[in-house]
């Protein structure tokens, strides 16, 4: 299936659903009685059932179409759930005897089957989507590994997690006990092994934990626990122990010797042994080492380092030299542009110019996106702040939305719900310089791709494009 396919919106008529171009021309006249998104170039759609929240209980028959609206398979596949095509297939599961049939196949873009639907997994999650042509599965809290072919790499009746391949090697983990932690998504004890793609256990699980493989090496930990996620830092992260180096393989390059560790890039590692940070080698002898003592050292944006003593941060360069004073309390953002806290003053750090602006107004600085813009709230109104330290969008909104092609969602009169998300308010649309293109009118909108957003006013919705343009809304 080909991923860059035309791409295609929902729209629906009178009850009946089709399918829109980011044009708003018609390519699928309003005729079925429910359609999922195109993905991969192909989606399913339903003749004779309904939109349902979920597609659960939607009735009628499944079939397919491709992304120019022409129909591969006529609708004849009685579902009780279904998943979006990836890497050319998609897991169903059944309707036998108008009852629900447990039970999951793979179809593939031709309607047919290359796995029956005989396979009997956790109703939730349920089968992922395929991604990397493999898909993970779950029974009994268990999870396995199915590829495209319909071919089981390992069934899920041993391990509590397996990570997507990197390569040609996937992470297994066993023992210990799943869904740990506040999040409920973490493990605690257990080891971790490799698996290759044909299903075979490279090396057994004999790790307390592990980092993601670069340049064909990973460090791995020996007498380490992780740390789960709670409710205020929900990542993972291990503590203790020592990390040492493998291969592929699993065959030790540099024995278990270091106290922190980053991955290599370059053909060096970031490590700390003993009180000491440098830069290793793939036979374990440092290239460099740092003077100064730091808790964390972290690669960086620009050939700079972020450093962390006690609770606070700042940055060096590859010399060692302090370009920004460790006296920060946060550093935040996703781009080279960064948001820095001192106390109860934000203020931005440019780590390619290497110098500290000053906002032109005093602000909470809630997160730089990667374009530099920030996200930042005066008296708990949301605005958008330029990485020159100039506010372009006035504070005042219950929410914004980031830039995307020039123009940016913002709320006007809602508040935040906490995890609900914000809450109320009329949605409208402003440009760089914070100007309306749309007046805040819509209600929900659900901000898709960088070209189209489905909007809602009252009980009717539709598509607005970037420019501020309705390219299809009902009954206009």
């Known amino acids: 299936m080909n991923g860059d396919a035309q791409k295609l919106y929902p729209i629906e008529m009178a009850g009946k659903w089709g399918y829109i171009d980011a044009s708003g021309k018609v390519i699928v006249e309003p005729c079925y009685g429910t359609v999922r998104y195109v993905n991969d170039g192909v989606a399913w759609v339903n003749a004779g059932g309904s939109k349902q929240y979920m597609v659960m209980h939607a009735g009628g028959k499944w079939g397919i179409i491709d992304a120019r609206g022409t129909v591969l398979v006529e609708p004849r596949f009685r579902l ?79 391990f509590n997690d397996i990570s997507w391949f990197e390569g040609d090697r996937a992470w297994v983990h066993e023992g210990g006990t799943a869904d740990a932690g506040y999040w409920g998504d973490g493990i605690e004890g257990g080891k971790w092994g490799l698996m290759n793609r044909q299903g075979e256990i490279v090396v057994p699980p004999r790790y307390d934990d592990h980092h993601y493989f670069s340049e064909s090496v990973a460090f791995v930990n020996r007498g380490g626990k992780r740390e789960e996620p709670d409710l205020s830092e929900p990542y993972t992260d291990c503590r203790g122990g020592t990390w040492g180096l493998i291969d592929t393989d699993g065959r030790m390059l540099i024995d278990y010797s270091f106290e922190e560790t980053n991955p290599f890039g370059g053909g060096m590692a970031l490590v700390k042994k003993g009180e000491k ?200």
Request: aromatic fraction near 12%.
């Open 277 to 476: 940070w440098g830069y290793i080698d793939k036979s374990g002898k440092f290239i460099k080492q740092f003077d100064q003592k730091f808790d964390g050292l972290n690669r960086a944006e620009n050939g700079l380092l972020l450093a962390k003593r006690g609770e606070k941060y700042g940055y060096i360069d590859e010399s060692g030299t302090i370009i920004l004073g460790l006296t920060y309390d946060k550093i935040t953002g996703s781009g080279a542009i960064k948001g820095i806290k001192e106390g109860k003053t934000w203020k931005i750090f440019d780590t390619a110019n290497r110098r500290v602006i000053v906002p032109e107004v005093p602000c909470d600085l809630n997160f730089c996106f990667s374009d530099g813009y920030a996200d930042v709230t005066i008296a708990e109104k949301h605005g958008i702040m330029n990485p020159a330290g100039k506010m372009v969008v006035e504070a005042k909104y219950g929410g914004v939305d980031g830039f995307k092609g020039g123009s940016m969602w913002v709320n006007l009169g809602g508040d935040s719900g906490g995890f609900s998300g914000l809450r109320g308010g009329k949605w409208g649309l402003v440009d760089e310089a914070g100007q309306y293109i749309i007046e805040p009118a819509y209600d929900p909108i659900y901000d898709l791709d960088d070209v189209l957003t489905e909007v809602h006013a009252g009980d009717k919705w539709g598509y607005v494009n970037r420019k501020g343009e309705e390219v299809w809304f009902q009954d206009h």
């Open 80 to 158: 009780w759930n279904l998943n979006d095509f990836s890497c050319g297939v998609a897991w169903v599961q059944a309707v036998v005897n108008d009852a629900r049939k447990a039970s999951w196949g793979i179809v593939n873009a031709a309607g047919e089957y290359i796995l029956p639907p005989e396979q009997e997994f956790d109703i939730f999650p349920g089968p992922t989507t395929f991604h990397d042509s493999v898909s993970h599965v779950y029974k009994d809290g268990k999870v396995g590994l199915v590829d495209v072919t319909g071919k089981f790499l390992h069934r899920p009746s041993q």
